[in-house]
Each structure stands twice: as structure tokens, then as C-alpha cells.
């Protein structure tokens, strides 16, 4: 019987694609263009950088060596992490579907959310949204030591649940953080992804969108 719905939040319950893209535009502008150019140069450079962060899997600092090799401009890494810890969660809506799949859920299990990042970044992020108390439990993982997909995390958010893994379904976009670290933890996966094409051939349930969740549970 499941008793808990469990969350990534990046790509899955909030556009994490159109924060990507907000927030690096802000940055170039605020703290890297210190003149006009052109503005088709200019959106290139910001769809590069979209391209390079690879859904968050890309590594920042890798990210704008080749910025500065391609373009010419260097950018503090320092500076863009602490920046980007602090603001891109203003950037990154709700999926329209959101908030309502929430309402749905919220009397049927209990609802939790896994998180990679930092405590300030998701948390600037899950506050902006306003839905922090839809869950009972919100794990990050700089806050707890694991980060998907390491079963211990997963195992550690149904401990907290007061459940065990086969009664908690994960939702999340990722194949290797969420799909395959909560399939190795013994929960039963979920995979959120738009249509762009991409197939799974291995018996594991896919949805378009969150909202699909209120057809299925």
C-alpha cells in the first residue's frame, strides 16, 4: 500500500529549464557585459550557457572556462555560486499543474520532497514557490550528507516518513539521480519527462505531466 508521495523539486514540481535561463541572462547582464553588443551575440551566449549546464548535472566552474575560452569574458565562479545559490530559486515558477496535483495529494499520503543542492539555494527556491507546507518532510542534500542517487538518502526520507521504501512512490525527472537511485533504494519510481522524444523500455512508469499523477494514484 503506498503511503507517501515523494518529490524532486528541479525539473519535476518547478521549471528549473526556464530559471536556467532567467538566471543566467540577469548574470551576464548585471555582472559580466559591461557594454552593449550584439544582441544575437548576446543570446548565444545565454544559450550556450543553458546548453553546458546540462539540467543542473553541469559543472559551474567547467562551465565558464569554456564560456571564457569561446567569448573572451571571465566570470568569478565564487561570485556566480553564491549568487546563484541565493537568487535563481526567483526565477523558477511552478509547473502550471503543480499546486493543483498538490491539493489532490495532500489528503491521500503524505508528501515529501529529495533534494540535491545546497540548504540556502533550495531553500530560497521551495520558499519563493510557497508550497512548503504541503510536505512533512523536506530532505537536501548538503543538509543530510547523501545526495541522489544514493539510496541512503532515499532510505533516510522514509525513516523520516515512518514508512517503509515499497510504500513511497518517487517522482523526479532525472534517470540517474531519481529514476535509477530510487529504483536501487526500493521505492517505486516515477519518471516526469516532456515529450522531446525520449523512450524508457524498462517497465518504468512515465508521465508528461504532474498533473498525469492525479489519473494514476
Not at 119 to 136: A, E, H, L, P, W
Not at 182 to 209: C, F, M, Q, S
Request: contains cysteine; aromatic residues 14%; glycine residues 6%.
Amino acid at each position: 500500500m503506498i503511503k507517501a508521495v515523494i518529490f524532486d523539486y528541479d525539473g519535476t514540481l518547478a521549471d528549473r529549464c526556464k530559471a536556467t535561463s532567467l538566471a543566467y541572462r540577469k548574470y551576464l547582464q548585471e555582472f559580466v557585459l559591461k557594454e552593449k553588443i550584439d544582441k544575437v551575440l548576446e543570446e548565444t551566449m545565454i544559450q550556450d550557457l543553458i546548453l553546458w549546464d546540462e539540467f543542473g548535472a553541469g559543472d559551474k566552474k567547467a562551465i565558464f572556462k569554456r564560456f571564457a575560452e569561446r567569448y573572451g569574458y571571465k566570470v568569478d565562479d565564487k561570485h556566480f555560486k553564491n549568487w546563484w545559490w541565493r537568487n535563481v530559486g526567483k526565477y523558477e515558477p511552478l509547473f502550471p499543474q503543480t499546486r493543483s496535483t498538490l491539493d489532490y495529494l495532500k489528503d491521500k499520503y503524505q508528501l515529501a520532497i529529495i533534494t540535491n543542492g545546497t540548504v540556502i539555494g533550495q531553500n530560497t527556491k521551495i520558499d519563493s514557490s510557497g508550497i512548503r507546507d504541503y510536505f512533512s518532510q523536506i530532505v537536501i542534500s548538503h543538509a543530510v550528507g547523501y545526495q541522489k542517487p544514493d539510496p541512503e538518502i532515499f532510505h533516510l526520507t522514509v525513516e523520516l516518513l515512518h514508512i517503509k521504501p515499497d510504500e513511497a512512490i518517487y517522482v523526479g525527472d532525472s534517470y540517474h539521480n531519481d529514476i535509477l537511485g530510487a529504483y536501487k533504494a526500493g521505492l517505486k519510481p516515477i519518471w516526469l519527462w516532456v515529450n522531446d522524444g525520449r523512450e524508457n523500455h524498462d517497465g518504468i512508469t512515465r508521465i508528461y505531466d504532474i498533473g498525469q499523477l492525479k489519473n494514476i494514484l
